[in-house]
């Protein structure tokens, strides 16, 4: 039996077809890394000094006397003048960011005055709070105007609370005050953070993450409620994705993980592996799809039976051949994400586990990259599987390969427009297609569907007598097939 | 001499076409059946049936004492066969092809594999890819194929085709070989008795899913008797003079099986009972013909 397995391997791996695939596969895969690569880098790209100067040029065509047009003048000259400001700090120091965000407000002011107004005087006046404002960040002292929000959140704070001391207010008053002392708090949160990690506001991940916290909690605020009061499960997968991110962004804060974000190399092979991957599909198709059909075409499947082995044996090594053959175009693309994604993102990440949060334990959870990874393609194994042995089935019964190639490979294809389309009806009955219940990754981590009507054991049971169907017919047809006369 | 196969009233359908009926035969060690009739007789699917190609109706085949439907591995073991064309896989080296067989078998050895390829005398080629070979060459590594695993069956299955003449008598000389040296029992099937006429032992017929006869070829070579047809002026008062394999084809002509002096009697006879003699003409005959002359009939028509 392991002589026959060795066998059809000889046979798949002497075949061009499979290394075409897989040197396109490394191509695709290297464009799509280096496509991540650029857009991460294509902020600096656009925001040259080239593209300022084009820019300066065209201000000379406005006609300054047009109103409209000298609206656009100032907020292009604006724009502009941000820029100059912030070019004489370097593009990725939180000088430059600051300035970049926030300096707009003071410099459009300035223009207004000098251009729309005319009014010197308030333009010197609003210059020397700018220079003012310039002064401090040339000091690189970015602890000086996280301080100086968290003073203004503090006044807020106090303010609310005064407010609410008032006994004459209304319960929707009352309601809405404490609400704005909730999100106060959490302003009040990011910014310690701030303080406390040394996170200035900058274009960082760490920033992003403080954020990313303060924006995922003020939301959670309201959608923190009994799961059976929604009704609307869109509304519901809202709220988890809320409450999700909200715990993990507070996990990585709180255990200095600031560095963590979903583009870099770990969370990236993370979620690769969370959805079925086309070339692989198209692996498996291809070698499940002709395994059998190809030996009835060329003959040479006369030869085969021919051999001291039960056609039981022989079927089931061709089989276990196609599993074998998607275990490695797997580990092989795998390898080469690993490389692709190390050399546009840096290798350095992939020591760094994956953050998860657990809906069941309500807890988040550190996993070791391998085991996320091997979670998420087990959670999707099924997918792979059961095309796997479709396109067996269909190879084994029309033992024509490329009627069975073309029906798997469609079949995979047209599953996410057919699953959307079942998704949009209310018929239970419909749940039951195979193509609903194939994918488990929905259900990782205590998460649920999309799809109010799915459920895990519904789906198990499924996928298993599917499988179980196209896996024990084959091997039926296969034992009382004749070989006919050419 | 032990009988290696033994096929036992075998019957075949398909859907309502009755494809064989009653088919039996045996061959024994050292012995080559040449398996002859026409195209769409039933050869090639009496053959596959033999190897368990195809499901069996009814009826049974023994291949060293075991039976191809309940005991197919052990059966099918010492058999080597090629059936309808020598298949083999196109994009691999003919060395390949054959290692890949090898691999099936547990005692085949990397030599067992040489000697094959330098009996079939495909030394130079082998490592060219079948796709590069001709329909000849094709053939001899579908030999080497069969004889890898050193059966004591070898089923070839219209062995002959693609070869040219060269080609047929080195396979003629290589099959003699197989049987005589290593015992081989060799069921070959041909629409052409010509072909086997000269190396086979035993004959066995087959039309419409029938076998018609069988025979040995020694049996068959020891005839001397001829059909001739004889155009008299009426042949009404001639049936009590006729012999079995005679046969009244109209009026004025008959057809009478006989050796030379048998003949000069029975025109004796007819001239004796006053029949007017116009003309005797030898026929000519096919093998095929001879053969079932010899064998008790005239049923091939």
Redesign the interface.
Known sequence: MI??I??EL??IF??KAIYIIAIISVVFTFISTGIIYLAENLSNIAESDNYYQILEESLKSYDLNNREELNWYIDEKTNIDVHNAAKEFPTDSWQYYMISSNAYEYLNKMNVAKYLDKDDEAYNTLKEAFDEYLEQIRNNDWQYFVNQEKESILNTIAETQNELADSSLSEEERATLENNLAVSNINLEGVNYRLEKNIPYDNSNASNLVSEYVTSAIMYLDTNKDEESYINREDLINKRNTEETYYTTKYKLENNMLEDSMFQANSLLYADAATPILFIVVVIVMIAGTIVSEEFN???I??L??????RFKILLSKYITCLIVFILFILFYELVSFIAYGLSLGFKSYSLPIIIYNFTTHQVMELNLIKGILMNFVSILPVYIIILTLAFFLSTLITSSGIALTISFLVYIFSDILNGLISLTNYKILRLFPTMCWNFNEYLFGNIPADKYLNFPMALIVTIITFLVLFVSSFLIFK?K??K?? | MATILEVKNLNKSFGQKKILKDVSFSIDEGAILGFIGPNGAGKTTTIKLILGLQSIDSGEVIINGFNIKTAFEKAIARVGAIVENPDSYMYLTGRKNLELIANTYQDVSKERIDEVIKITGLENRINDKVSKYSLGMRQRLGIAASIINKPNLLVLDEPTNGLDPEGIKELRDLLKDLAQKEHMAILISSHNLAELESFCSDVCIIKNGEIITTSSIKKLKKSDKSFYLIEVGSTKKIKKLLKKDDTIIDENHLRVLREKNELANFIKKLVAEDIDIYEVKLLEMTLEEAFLKKAGGNIID
Do not use: A, M
């Open positions: 002589n026959l060795k066998n000889t046979k002497h075949k060329k003959g040479t006369k030869q039976l021919l051999r001291p082995y039960s009382h004749d070989i006369n050419q």
